[in-house]
């Protein structure tokens, strides 16, 4: 069952469920088996690719990076902006999620770059796959600081004022994720819980300890 919360569709028996506090927002999603392929998505800095590597050790399933996956075939992705500019990047971000989208097992989680999920295409891609999205949700602030030294790996991060103005833009889109999760404390701990909790909703049974 869902309720309308604030405007957003929340599934009511995940809040009267001992919810996990961090989940901010939760929209039903139509999935096409038991197991769901779980995408995180948001801004830089928000912890995709760290929170997903341990999500999908707990979840004891694939984690795929978006981004590594770009670079194992393209080079860096700093490379990638250089040679073919940040309009070459996005079609080369969205010919791999083409490729990789009907490849990976259920469950995995899935890693996107910050920009990804912006282009309705991929956002198409990602429906047409029934991926449930998780989009990670922290001030800019927090986000700034935790990007600040990455210039070097993040294009994006070279020019201050466009990144408040890009995170200002972005943020009402990533908030069509189907749930969405505070992610600005320090530690990912509680967040991680909140995941697997999610995960856990939505069919993933996690293996008992003595299986990992
Ligand atoms: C980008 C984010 C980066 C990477 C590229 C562009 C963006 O990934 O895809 O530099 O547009 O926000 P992370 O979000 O993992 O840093």
Request: some cysteine.
């Amino acid at each position: 069952m869902a309720v309308l919360v604030g405007g957003h569709f929340v599934a009511w028996d995940f809040w009267f469920s001992g919810a996990p506090h961090l989940l901010l927002q939760s929209r039903s999603v139509p999935q096409d088996s038991s197991s769901p392929l779980l995408v995180l998505i948001g801004f830089m800095g928000a912890g995709k690719s760290t929170v997903g590597r341990f999500l999908a050790q707990q979840l004891a399933c694939p984690l795929i990076d978006l981004d590594t996956e770009i670079a194992r075939t393209h080079g860096s992705i700093p490379d990638l902006f250089s040679s073919r500019g940040e309009s070459g990047f996005r079609a080369v971000e969205h010919h791999h999620l083409n490729l990789i989208l009907p490849r990976l097992p259920r469950p995995s989680v899935l890693a996107l770059g910050g920009g990804a999920f912006l282009q309705p295409a991929n956002r198409e891609l990602l429906a047409h796959h029934y991926a449930t999205t998780v989009f990670l949700d922290a001030p800019f602030e927090v986000l700034r600081a935790r990007i600040a030294d990455t210039a070097h790996l993040r294009p994006l991060v070279r020019d201050p004022d466009r990144l408040r103005e890009l995170f200002d833009q972005r943020r009402p889109t990533y908030l069509l994720a189907n749930h969405t999760f505070d992610a600005s404390a320090p530690d990912p701990a509680g967040l991680l819980t909140s995941l697997v909790q999610l995960a856990n909703q939505l069919g993933v049974l996690a293996p008992t300890r003595d299986k990992l």
